[in-house]
């Protein structure tokens, strides 16, 4: 009798078990699998429209930082990740730091039906919802820490977001964000 009911509790958590973990899984690797396809573009097709923006980054060190690394350092994995933004479809590699190293890979989010001027102004919780949905990242801390840290990089100063984050490109207001659909 013992031994029957063990068994019948041994078929129950097997069942929740199969029942309870597997489509959280899935839903995890279906997740993962979305963020994967997401493609960069590089950041002449944000500067298409964002052309004021394109103008203050290009000022910055990030646009060039890859030229400060030797030919022979621009072939090595451990100096290359934190000096390029990733690579396009085809394979080609963009250098620097680039839009999509901090707002994420924008083949999708670029989308006009997203980034719209008309649709952007009529509802902007809408577009920007759809634009986080499609990989846009609006960079906290840990985005920029990923490169901004000791580990691997000889050259570290010491970095505090809040106040530097003014100094990637030119950043609207509050009261300039909230006067085109707030943020
Ligand atoms: C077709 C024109 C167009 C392209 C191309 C484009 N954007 Fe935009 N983007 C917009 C418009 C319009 C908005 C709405 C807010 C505004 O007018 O600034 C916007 C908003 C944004 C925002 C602010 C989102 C918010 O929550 O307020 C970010 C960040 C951004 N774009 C980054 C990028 C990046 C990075 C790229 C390139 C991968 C890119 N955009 C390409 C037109 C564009
Ligand atoms: C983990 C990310 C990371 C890696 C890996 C990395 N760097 Fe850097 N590098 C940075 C950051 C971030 C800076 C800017 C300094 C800072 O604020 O930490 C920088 C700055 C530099 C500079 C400019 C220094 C200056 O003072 O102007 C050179 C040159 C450089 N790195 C070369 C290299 C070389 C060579 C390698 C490989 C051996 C390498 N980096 C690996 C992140 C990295
Ligand atoms: C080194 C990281 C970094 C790079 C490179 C970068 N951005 Fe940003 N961007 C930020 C941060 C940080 C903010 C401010 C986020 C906030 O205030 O919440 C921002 C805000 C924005 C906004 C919102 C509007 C505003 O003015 O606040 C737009 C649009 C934008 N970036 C577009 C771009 C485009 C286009 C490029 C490339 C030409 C680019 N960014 C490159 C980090 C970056
Ligand atoms: C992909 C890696 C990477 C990311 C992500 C990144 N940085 Fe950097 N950052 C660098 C490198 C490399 C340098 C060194 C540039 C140089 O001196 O050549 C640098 C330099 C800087 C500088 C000095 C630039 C100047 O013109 O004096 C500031 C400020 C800075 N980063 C802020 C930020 C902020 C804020 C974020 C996040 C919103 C961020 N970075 C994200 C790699 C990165």
Redesign the pocket.
Known sequence: MRKLSIIVILFASLAFLLTGTLPAEEAAKKEAKKEATHEY?G?K??G???ND?HAAWLETEHATTFGKLSAEEQKKPECVTCHITGKLADGTVIENVE??AC?????D??S?KI???KK??AD?EK??KM?IEAG?I?PVEKDCVRCHTKEGNANFKEFKFAERKGEVHAVKTKEE?KE??G?
């Open positions: 573009v950041a097709k944000c298409i429209c964002h923006v839009c999509e707002h994420g890979p924008g083949k989010f670029k006009p980034m719209n001027k952007w102004a902007p577009q920007r634009a846009l609006h964000a085109e659909g943020k």
